[in-house]
């Protein structure tokens, strides 16, 4: 079985643009969870969707969104990018819905944000 | 903000030697797990504790968990150099959300 896929591996972006970032999860896996990680606030949830509903949200702005699709894969969003977003963000997948009992994670999307 | 605290920091050891990290969270738990990360790539899925179980093995790892204290442990014995990453705890709450502490620096030296 392939692994989560995060598109794209790095990215540079200026201020005040927004980005895409894609992630598919393993098949069959139908949780998708987004983090942030940055070596000042470690690993923050953004969000987890389970069949093309958001079910947990974490403390970001409304610049941060994401959706599900049919088929699992997800995309997150972020507009008007400021400095601050600069960050690895990481996207996991797991089978179970209920507990989470083991997500398997993608490489990560490095943002850059200028 | 972070449900789980581990300490310490970072943690330099030589191979052939343990290597003990803590984790201490706050709220109630579903299970509490471990995961590793190499320098900047994903997390890998280490172990898993139930909030009903004290003590779990896998391998080189010893993990424990003591609900009354809010705290675990990982134990990883007879380190080797492979080992060197970063070292997450992460809570689960009854609706499965997961959130992860500040992690654990691991350096082992051959």
């Known amino acids: 079985k392939a692994g989560v896929t995060q598109t794209p591996r790095y990215l540079i972006k200026t201020r005040g643009q927004q980005v895409t970032l894609s992630c598919s999860p393993i098949?069959?896996?139908?949780?998708v969870s987004w983090y942030q990680q940055t070596p000042g606030q470690g690993l923050q949830f953004l969000f987890e969707?389970?069949?093309?509903?958001?079910?947990n949200k974490g403390n970001f702005p409304g610049r941060f969104s994401g959706r599900q699709f049919s088929n699992s894969r997800s995309e997150m969003n972020v507009s008007t990018l400021e400095l601050g977003d600069s960050a690895l963000y990481l996207c996991?997948?797991?089978?179970?819905?209920?507990?989470?009992?083991?997500?398997?994670f993608g490489s990560g999307t490095q943002l850059s944000v200028l | 903000s972070q449900q789980g605290e581990e300490d310490p920091q970072a943690l330099s050891i030589q191979e052939g030697e343990n290597a003990t990290m803590n984790c201490s969270y706050k709220?109630?738990?579903?299970?509490l797990q471990w995961y590793r990360q190499n320098s900047g790539r994903g997390l890998v899925h280490l172990i898993l504790i139930r909030s009903n179980e004290r003590e779990k093995h896998s391998g080189r790892l010893r993990v424990t968990l003591d609900t009354s204290k809010k705290s675990s442990s990982l134990l990883i014995t007879a380190s080797r150099a492979a080992d060197t990453a970063s070292y997450f705890c992460a809570t689960a709450d009854s609706w499965g959300k997961l959130q992860f502490g500040a992690g654990t620096q691991v350096v082992v030296t051959p």
């Open positions: 098949s069959g896996h139908r949780s």
């Open positions: 996991a997948s797991s089978p179970d819905r209920e507990t989470n009992e083991k997500l398997f």
């Open positions: 709220t109630s738990i579903n299970n």
């Open positions: 969707y389970f069949s093309e509903t958001q079910r």
